[in-house]
């Protein structure tokens, strides 16, 4: 009975032992070995293993690390990072951070700090607020109390900001590709702000001149729309008397060229005679003069 305990046990044991003497790595990922805690090299570097099984001492772990590009998604209310800029107006920032480890740097990524992503966070925040207090416009003709005095004209820090946006973005992420990807041995695909957004008072301030800007520029048109068909209206109210006019006088020159010829053919009398019997015998009313002639 013992001699067959002992059996099931070495058995168990040999099992469990060969079950530790391999491991798996998945697609998109890559693996580092450590016996007693001291990761395995060639040369300087460490040794990485490729997606696959792989064998492997009954005491070594194997580290695993996804190289596959992740996403740090700082938005919303308790994401989004806020910054006070030169004025004095406190802004709130959503960005989105994009980055893979390097695998020239594994060491760093994977023995350098364990909570990684919480020091990227914390280091991209002092550099945002960094930037934020410090930026300037480009530099202009005219000196800096020009500048200063275009900034303020402008609309204050947070115009300017949301004006040169591209610029610094621009610099944010030259500083976190260059500056804190080595450090944590990542790198850093894309940096993006995706959104700026004012406190509540000044968006609210920024609402209210949009709303009044669209209400004047919807008046304008209106107006304007009603001068143009007044000008129309009165364009072809000029054009239609201009055409009456030509009628009337076509009428007179043809009537006058025509008592002209009946003048010359010694008639005109007799025809002013006939025109005036019939216009008086189609009259209800007739008019005299005080010497008693129609």
């Known amino acids: 009975m013992d001699e067959l305990a002992i059996v099931t046990g070495l058995t168990v044991f040999s099992l469990w032992m060969a079950s530790r003497c391999w491991f798996r790595v998945d697609e998109g990922a890559t693996a580092v070995l450590a016996s007693f805690g001291a990761a395995l090299r060639d040369g300087e570097r460490l040794r ?3 997606p696959g099984l792989h064998v492997k001492a009954p005491w070594q772990h194997a580290h695993h690390v996804s190289m596959k590009e992740q996403s740090l998604l700082l938005s919303g ?3 989004g990072r806020t910054a006070m800029a030169e004025d004095g107006t406190v ?3 959503d960005s989105i951070l994009r980055f893979a480890p390097a695998k020239d740097d594994l060491e760093a990524y994977l023995f350098g700090l364990k909570r990684k992503k919480e020091h990227i966070v914390g280091l991209f925040t002092c550099l945002l607020r960094s930037e934020i207090a410090n930026f300037r416009a480009p530099e202009l003709p005219g000196g ?4 200063a005095l275009a900034s303020r ?3 204050g820090s947070y115009a300017l900001i949301r004006r040169e946006r591209q610029l610094l973005n621009s610099r944010i992420e030259a500083f976190v590709i260059d500056v804190i990807g080595p450090s ?3 790198h850093f695909s894309a940096v993006d702000l995706t959104d700026i957004l004012p406190p509540d008072e000044l968006a609210d301030a920024l609402n209210a001149v949009l709303s009044a800007n669209a209400g004047a520029d919807a008046l304008y048109a209106h107006a304007e729309s009603d001068c143009q ?4 209206a009165a364009e072809r109210g000029v054009e239609i008397a201009k055409q009456r006019a030509r009628a009337a006088e076509v009428e007179i020159r043809t009537l006058g060229a025509f008592l002209e010829r009946l003048a010359r053919d010694a008639v005109l009398a007799a025809y002013v005679a006939r025109r005036r019997t019939e216009v008086l ?3 209800k009313s007739v008019l005299f003069n005080a010497r008693g002639a129609a």
């Open 184 to 186: 944590y041995g990542v």
């Open 77 to 79: 209310e308790e994401g």
């Open 91 to 93: 802004l709130r920032f």
């Open 281 to 283: 015998g189609e009259s």
């Open 48 to 50: 990485t293993f490729p």
């Open 229 to 232: 068909q007044r000008m129309l």
């Open 153 to 155: 004209s402008d609309g």
């Open 144 to 147: 800096p109390v020009s500048r």
